[in-house]
């Protein structure tokens, strides 16, 4: 059995990369455990596996960004979490507060960084005429969608793909390259020994 590392999920919607790695953590060698939920959106439709799975989660208004990741940081130091995922979180987090959390964050985001960063990525990546497109999950740096990548999913793009029926098969890729990245994190760190889990602040 591994110990598992004590993590949390950010979200804002839907909640389905949540849901996916809620499943995974259930398995007795997943890396992480999610300890807490923190959505800045109180009718966020994920919130729904917080209750389900019986976990705590938090809702913090992100209106005042520098009042939600004070209210973050002390959620997460109280719960002593050390490990944060991003999944459909749609605020940008401020450099201090991911050096603060020793930049041990990860994001998915729906295409093949660096190609499409930001929001409306679909409708970019159809306009486009790209033969491929996918997913990506990467660490979180200060920059937008710009960190480390960590893992990516290519899947080609059908000629009667709509941005519709286009998120829905990169989104069914999502939710196996996020349990799979996450897998992979842990495993560079405990092959590299990195003492990586001993923090400054948290
Ligand atoms: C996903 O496509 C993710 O890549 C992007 O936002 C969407 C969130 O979906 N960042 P969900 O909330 O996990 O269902």
Redesign the pocket.
């Known amino acids: 059995m591994v110990k598992k590392i004590s993590s949390s999920v950010f ?1 804002s ?6 849901k996916s790695i809620l499943k995974n953590s259930r398995d007795y060698n997943f890396p992480i455990k999610i300890g807490l939920i923190i959505s800045n959106n109180i009718r966020a439709y ?1 919130l729904k596996y917080a209750r389900k799975y019986n976990i705590p989660f938090k809702f913090y208004s992100s209106d005042n960004k520098d009042l939600f990741e004070r209210n973050c940081l002390a959620e997460l130091r109280k719960k002593r979490i050390k490990f944060l995922c991003l ?2 979180f749609m605020k940008k987090l401020s450099k201090k507060f991911i050096k603060n959390f020793g930049y041990k964050i990860i ?4 295409s093949l960084l660096p190609r499409f960063k930001g929001l409306n990525t679909q409708k970019r990546v159809l306009k486009s005429k790209e033969k491929y497109t996918g ?1 990506t999950v990467h660490y979180v740096t200060p920059e937008l969608d710009s960190g480390k990548i960590i893992l990516q999913k290519k899947i080609l793009i059908k000629k009667n793909d709509t941005e519709n029926s286009l ?1 829905k098969r ?2 069914i890729q ?1 939710h196996k390259l996020y349990p799979k990245a996450i897998r992979l994190v842990f495993k560079w760190l405990f092959l590299k020994k990195k003492i990586y889990f001993s923090f400054r602040v948290l």
């Open positions: 979200i919607g839907d909640g389905s990369n949540l994920g999944a459909g994001n998915i985001h729906p997913c998120k990169v989104l999502e």
